[in-house]
């Protein structure tokens, strides 16, 4: 493929994607959490290609992404407790791992095989306008080269995979900038595989249940691999004071070369997440040091996002 072009995400930019994705090719598109790269999750050719142009091993499962409880039910049952945390959570950034339906249409690479399928309904209006053009849920792992930073804008998308997709539909940036929460519902008690925005304890709220947060070191989500958002370059965390040589990122009182939020605040802080690891990785520095980041909320989930961008490789 020549390279990747970026359009609006306005009506004809949607609609161009809707016909790539229609022939099978994978286009960025962006969702409230990170730019996903979309194909139709119900066509084997279709998800190979999303595979292919991450370089992403097909055993790790992709994301159903629905308009609709209804459409989720076509594809998952619905248990009880999900239905309550769809009530709650759905459109937004939470994803549940539930058993697949009996005569699911999701194609079998798109869930590994897994008797489970991992669904999520967006709330970002273009990825909702694209599987409702579509008519199938869309299948959506984050726009990136397997293994690399997450993208929050079109720029990144296109830096990671030029040349690999057609087309990255560009809304700017993400609002909340950390990919979806991912539960696994059960009868009576729920798994948390990946922490995100909508933390444990919301959850357990809403669904009068307890959740296992536990990291028994098994890999649940088979994707949570130790090493993942992995930047160019060596990466510390909870530094607060900085060696020569390093680009350093920080966060409330720890001023840094430029802060994830200079007020404390969480939520700013997985918004400009990604943006800041990318610059970092894109400057001279050889190194990239960060700040101490609270471990409680949202900040559970940019800490485990970090020890991944800082895990050996
Ligand atoms: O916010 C998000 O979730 C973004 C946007 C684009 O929606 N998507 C995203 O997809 O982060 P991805 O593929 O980068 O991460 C999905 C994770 C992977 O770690 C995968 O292993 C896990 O979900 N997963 C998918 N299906 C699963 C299943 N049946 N059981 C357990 N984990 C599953
Ligand atoms: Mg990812």
Known sequence: MSHTRILPADEAGIAQAAALIARGLPVAVPTETVYGLAGDATSGEAVAAIYAAKGR???????????????????????????????????????????????????????????SVAVRMPAHPVMRALIAA????????????????????AEHVARSLDGRIPLVLDAGPTAIGIESTIVAVGQDRLRLLRPGSVTAAMLEEAAGMPVDTADGGS???????????????PVRLGVAVAQAGDYHIGF????????????????????RLFNLLHIADASDAPAIAIAPIPETGLGLAINDRLRRAAAPR
């Open 57 to 115: 091993p097909s055993f790790n499962p992709l994301i159903a992404h629905v308009t609709d409880p209804d459409m989720a039910a076509r594809i998952a049952i619905l248990l009880p407790s999900a239905l309550r945390l769809a009530d709650r959570f759905w459109p937004g950034p939470l994803t549940m791992v539930l058993p697949a339906a009996a005569r699911s249409p999701i194609a079998s690479l798109a869930t590994a095989g897994l008797p």
């Open 134 to 153: 579509i008519g199938r849920p869309l299948a959506a792992p984050s726009a990136n080269a397997s293994g690399s930073i997450s993208a929050t804008r």
């Open 219 to 233: 890999i649940e989500a088979p994707g949570q691999m130790a090493s993942h958002y992995a930047p160019s370059k």
């Open 252 to 271: 409330g009182p720890v001023i840094g070369d430029a802060s994830l939020s200079p007020s404390g605040d969480l939520a700013e802080a997985a918004a």
